[in-house]
């Protein structure tokens, strides 16, 4: 496959991408970037990108407040996604004795998360949302505990579902065989999920031009 005309210098290794996934009993190969797991948020690390597929499982609302900060997670959808896990987290673990000492932690849990990216529009809104579940639930603290963890489970999964109805209706404008250009450098993992390849074998690229290259091709592009 060659790349398109005029567009040789401004592509590598790193911004060719393939989309080619292993084919299951659905026909694609289907990953989360983020994920639950019986108490532990695992995320890919988007600083190892491209060269490196490093995977990080995180404790605790610190440790998703540090991967926010470090830019280990980027892109809203999954920022807010991830301070909803956050505070799943806080839940999950809790050792208080009482729901009034929880929303306590949640509370102090929820004040981090929201110093670690002021400008993060998502970041905050999913933080309130799961507050609000939290503070309408009455129940017990094991209760209270279950819903927040629920609450950021939804979050994920309308997140999969929500872009998984963008890519259908986007996949209607687009032939095999088109070239997708962009800016951005890992769209592929700013949400939730990373998307459905019907056919495994159609190939597109992706132009992202780095550096001096990148600003020439801007210019040239503002000229035209």
């Known amino acids: 496959m ?29 990953m989360r970037t983020i994920e639950w797991k019986d108490g532990t948020v695992v995320i890919i690390d ?15 609302s610190d440790d998703v407040a540090s991967a926010i900060t470090e830019m280990k997670l980027r892109g809203a959808p999954l920022i807010g996604v991830a301070a909803a896990y956050g505070l799943a987290l806080t839940s999950f673990h809790s050792k208080a004795e009482n729901r009034e000492t929880l929303m306590k932690e949640l509370e102090a849990s929820a004040a981090v998360l929201r110093k670690t ?4 529009v998502n970041l905050f809104w999913a933080i309130d949302r799961v507050m609000k579940k939290a503070q309408e639930n ?12 629920a609450e950021a ?6 997140d999969v579902e929500v872009n998984r109805r963008m890519g259908k209706h986007g996949a209607t404008l687009i032939e095999d065989g088109d070239t997708v250009v962009y800016r ?10 990373t998307p459905e390849v019907k056919n495994p074998e159609l190939g597109f690229w992706i132009d ?13 592009q503002i000229k035209q």
């Open 2 to 30: 060659q790349s398109p005309n005029g567009f040789e210098s401004l592509f590598s290794q790193k911004t060719y991408y393939l989309a080619k996934q292993k084919q299951h009993k659905d026909g694609v190969d289907k």
């Open 46 to 60: 988007q600083t190892k990108l491209p060269n490196e597929e490093v995977w990080v499982n995180m404790k605790n």
């Open 117 to 120: 990216r002021p400008t993060a």
């Open 138 to 149: 009455f129940g017990t603290k094991e209760a209270l505990a279950k819903a927040v963890v």
């Open 153 to 158: 489970q939804k979050m994920a999964d309308e």
């Open 184 to 193: 951005g450098r890992r769209m592929r993992f700013l949400g939730v999920d």
């Open 208 to 220: 992202q031009p780095y550096g001096l290259e990148a600003k020439e091709y801007t210019r040239r």
